[in-house]
T-cell receptor, first 115, second 111 residues
């Protein structure tokens, strides 16, 4: 397995446009997480899926943000009407059961720049 | 809300020196992970500790989980320029094993 894959790696958009990011988790992992990371900060939790069910959403996830995981495999994160404050690195992680619990493995991230 | 404090936030040392990074919280975690992140990349898992008092070694890196599972430390011996990066601790606990990240320690090892 090649690990968690995120596309695109970089996205530049104009304010007001919609953007969509994709995450392909490690194939045997049933849990998937989205985080946002800004410069000089650690990743901040956005939302969590177990299989296709979205079980938790952070208050950071405004109504302009929506995430889906339709078949319990890949996930998409859409941001509508982007704002400059949305500029950040968006990270996806997946986890599955192990002897040490559900350890999260991260993708390389999608860096969003809103002009 | 579970908060993790990391110290120091920035560290610049000469190659060959030793260093320790700390991760502290008032909350108890079921497990704690250390990740290393390079600019423009996602965090890469270094280690997971789950038992209070546990010590794990990964080559020149030594990780310790506090007895009460509220804190952890990362010690690097004889640092090398390749160790340069952002070191993040992350505590797991609560529903769905949600992970809370510290702000990170930015390490620069000067040749």
């Amino acid at each position: 397995d090649t690990g968690v894959s995120q596309n695109p790696r970089h996205k530049i958009t104009k304010r007001g446009q919609n953007v969509t990011f994709r995450c392909d988790p490690i194939s045997e992992h049933n849990r998937l997480y989205w985080y946002r990371q800004t410069l000089g900060q650690g990743p901040e939790f956005l939302t969590y899926f177990q299989n296709e069910a979205q079980l938790e959403k952070s208050r950071l996830l405004s109504d302009r943000f929506s995430a889906e995981r339709p078949k319990g495999s890949f996930s998409t994160l859409e941001i509508q009407r982007t704002e400059q404050g949305d500029s950040a690195m968006y990270l996806c992680a997946s986890s599955g059961a192990s002897d040490l619990g559900y350890i999260q493995y991260f993708g390389a991230g999608t860096r969003l720049s809103v002009l | 809300t579970q908060l993790l404090e990391q110290s120091p936030q920035f560290l610049s040392i000469q190659e060959g020196e030793n260093l320790t990074v700390y991760c502290n919280s008032s909350s108890v975690f079921s497990s704690l992970q250390w990740y290393r992140q390079e600019p423009g990349e996602g965090p890469v898992l270094l280690v997971t500790v789950v038992t209070g008092g546990e010590v794990k070694k990964l080559k020149r890196l030594t990780f310790q989980f506090g007895d009460a599972r509220k804190d952890s430390s990362l010690h690097i011996t004889a640092a090398q320029p390749g160790d340069t990066g952002l070191y993040l601790c992350a505590g797991a606990g609560g529903g769905y094993q949600k992970v809370t990240f510290g702000i990170g320690t930015k390490l620069q090892v000067i040749p």
